[in-house]
């Protein structure tokens, strides 16, 4: 198969014909879910999707919020961001600031500095205050985060929203326990913390 005249793969079926080359790649790419914490949808409360995304980047998060936008043209868009190293947030601060355009809402976390001190002296708060357009505010931890998550899905249950969780890591300190997953640990949370108004 090629693609402008560049080969691009090579495709054997065992029916002859480029319509059936052209219809497997279609079922292929139908069947396609995507891959782990790529604009992956964790679960729905009330109305509201729950999203997960590895973005930690300015060039990932703009490009994860616009699929958001598109795919959730007319809800609320909450945004939860936990940057990724202090040294990366030093360094693209205005980059970020103004990577959240597509969004309504962004809660900025605590810095997961991974590998490094904070010698940049930088903290969530910095870029939540930069941030360019959407409301922001800097929460730094996830219990704190879960309890705006289901003050703002519960404040209007009629409303659709699109909560999107881009995490740097896999795990989250939360509490006593260490959380598998974050955006499914923040869906048990939003949903047991507040069962009435799920």
């Known amino acids: 198969m090629c693609h402008r005249g560049c080969p691009v793969a090579d495709i054997s079926l065992q029916i002859p014909g480029v319509h059936n080359v052209l219809n497997s790649l279609a079922l292929h790419l139908n069947n ?6 790529r604009f ?6 009330r109305g509201c999707h729950i999203c997960d995304d590895y973005a930690h980047h300015p060039t990932e998060v703009r490009a994860v919020l616009q699929a958001a936008r598109q795919r959730f043209q007319y809800e609320d868009l909450l945004v939860v961001f936990q940057p990724h190293t202090y ?13 959240f355009s597509d969004a309504d809402v962004v809660v900025v976390t605590e810095i997961y ?3 490094e001190t904070n010698l940049w002296k930088i903290s969530g708060r910095d870029l939540a205050t ?3 357009g959407p409301s922001s505010e800097y929460i730094p931890s996830l219990g704190d985060v879960v309890d705006k998550l289901a003050r ?8 659709k929203n699109c909560h999107l969780n881009t ?8 509490g006593p326990k260490t959380a598998p997953d974050t955006a499914t640990k923040v869906t048990e949370l939003i949903c047991s913390s507040y069962p009435c108004c799920f």
């Not at 396609?32 to 914490?37: N, T």
């Not at 992956?40 to 409360?45: A, D, H, K, L």
């Open 167 to 174: 995490w740097s890591r896999r795990y989250y300190y939360c």
């Open 32 to 37: 396609f879910k995507g891959v782990s914490r």
């Open 113 to 115: 500095g991974a590998r």
């Open 152 to 159: 703002y899905i519960s404040k209007d249950p009629g409303r």
């Open 40 to 45: 992956e949808m964790i679960g729905r409360v």
């Open 130 to 132: 930069s941030i360019m």
């Open 87 to 99: 040294s990366r947030l030093a360094a693209l601060k205005n980059e970020f600031a103004n990577a």
